[in-house]
């Protein structure tokens, strides 16, 4: 078969979506597979997925099991809602006397020795049922009564020939036992998926898997989170900005509150990042909320992910400053998620804000904050090229982003950002404290702003209970930023 025909090659789907976006629409058809990983890293909920939507889709299925029982395989799919129904099970467990060194089973080419009498139970069973859909499991009793390397490939090779010409797709899972990793079974397969389980030191385990090998067509590659829930795996495909682009009217987005309109040069532009920083308690998500309240006053959808903040604790907060915030959430122009850090990883917080913008139609999103989005992913790499890669994808989509990072410190030079994002966003807003007249003020500045001009003065920021106010620039001080101004002394007048 050319490289053409396996691209125009019907696909045969997996049932889970995600699963078949990374693979371009599925596996390709009458293929030989090998999805390997470590126990419980999700490899038979794949493969029932697998065999379930071929059920439903009216094809014969076929599952082979060396390893678990009928039972435990109904057991298994009950606790996911699942029925077995349509797919044939054939249970080829061992009893003890296979172990004996005088009834060891060894399994060699058919054209140069009678197969055994559990490969013949196999090859029985697909004569018999004439499946298009074939799990085996798993290669670790293949291998273990293979008892040699040389054996075991001859076994896996015999299997491949056998399939080849039935117009049967077939999945063969590995777990892992082996001391080595088996380079030569990889080698062998058309395809090769591998499912990985992480163990954090704090929270739930992380599951991505990655397609190692898929010969004939492309395929997303790299790492892919997925999550398995009680509806069974749920794959969450790599986020690659450059595939998707919507065509969006430029403008800017008000927040109705015109000094803040003013100091960032009439506002944040369509598809452009905004960054809000400073110490905590200095205003920044409430800034960032009275621009997704402004967009559903326009009629616009809004999204608000937050990290670190309970949704009645915002509520109250913003309802007490003026800010109809729960009315947005009623009439469902603002969507509010509670975001657990502990439970979260980052493909699945990029899915879901995809879902907030194509199918809730957001916007304007907000992500309160940066830092729980850090902490909730401690031991994960590249997460500042991932989120790059989001923001790359809200702008391409037209979506006001407004990200919230608080600073270590409150007050003067001891000012320190958790992580450096500032070169991330496209505006940059810093807020900070300082004294005046015995009292503890906040200053807003706009240190940034790629798109277009934007007021380089300070202002004072204040809240009560009518919402945000900006002050006129504060143009006789000097150390506003340190935290402790000075008034500049008037120009004495030029002698005539």
Known sequence: ???????????????????????????IRNRLYLIDGDPGSGKT???????????????????????????????????????????????????????????QVTMYHPSEVELTETTKRVLDAVERVNPTRVVF?????????AQSSLRYRRQILALKQFFIGRKCTVL???????????????????GVISLEQLAPLYGAARRRLRVVKFRGTDFRGGYHDFTIRHDGLVVFPRLVASEHREVFEPGRIKSGVTALDSLLGGGPERGTSTLLMGPAGSGKSTIAVQYAIAAANRGDHAAIFAF???????????????????????????????????????????????????VHKARVVVIDSLNGYMNAMPEENFLTAQLHELLTYLGRQGVTTLMVVAQHGMIGDSMVSPVDTSYLADSVVLLRYFEYAGRVRKAISVLKKRSGPHEESIRELRFDENGIHLSEPLMKYRGIMSGVPVEIAAEPAAPR
Not at 9 to 24: K, V
Not at 172 to 190: F, G, M, P, V, Y
Not at 323 to 350: C, H, M, N, T, Y
């Open 172 to 190: 063969l899972l590995d777990d892992h036992t082996a001391e080595d990793s088996d380079l030569q079974l990889q080698s062998i397969a058309h």
């Open 308 to 358: 670190d903040e309970s949704i009645a604790t915002l509520t109250t907060r913003t309802e007490g400053l003026g800010i109809k915030f729960a009315s947005g959430v009623k009439a469902g122009q603002v969507r509010i998620q509670q975001v657990d850090p502990a439970e979260l990883s980052p493909g699945e917080f990029a899915h879901l804000v995809r879902e907030a913008v194509e």
């Open 137 to 145: 499991d798993s290669l670790s009793e293949m291998r273990l009564l």
């Open 45 to 103: 909920t794949l493969a029932m997925h697998y065999l379930m939507e071929g059920a439903a889709r009216g094809e014969k299925c076929l599952y082979i099991t060396l390893s678990e029982t009928k039972e435990e395989l109904a057991a298994g799919a009950e606790s996911h809602g699942w029925s077995l129904d349509g797919i044939e099970i054939i249970e080829l467990i061992g009893d003890a006397g296979e172990l004996d060194g005088a009834n």
């Open 1 to 27: 078969m050319t490289q053409s025909d396996y691209r125009t090659s019907e696909r045969s789907r997996t049932g889970i979506p995600g699963f078949d976006d990374i693979l371009n629409g599925g596996l």
